[in-house]
């Protein structure tokens, strides 16, 4: 078994496809976490999701004074640049 990893993550308000851009080119990665039907927006630092896709994809996950134990369920990729783009993540039991 691997060790656990620990993201750090920013809660964001803002959403949408322009805001989404401009966190992208400001170097944050946006996300978000789904839980049943309701969804909580995150930003992450996208250099370190390798290491989350390399641990077999679950990490324990900080945003806020919130911490909980999320794999990751989908991950969008630009088509060209093979750059990740968006990453849903889904709480463990």
């Not at 900080?62 to 134990?69: I, Q």
Request: positive net charge.
């Amino acid at each position: 078994m691997s060790e656990q990893i620990i993201l750090e993550a920013k809660m964001r308000e803002k959403t949408g496809k322009g805001y989404a851009r401009k966190l992208r080119n400001c170097g944050w990665l946006p996300g978000v976490i789904v839980e049943n039907a309701k969804s909580i927006s995150i930003e992450i630092n996208p250099h370190e999701l390798p290491k989350v896709m390399r641990a077999g994809k679950v990490c324990t996950l900080n945003f806020g004074d919130k911490t909980t134990s999320v794999r990751v369920q989908e991950v969008q990729v630009h088509p060209a640049k093979r750059t990740p783009l968006h990453v849903d993540f889904i709480p463990t039991k």
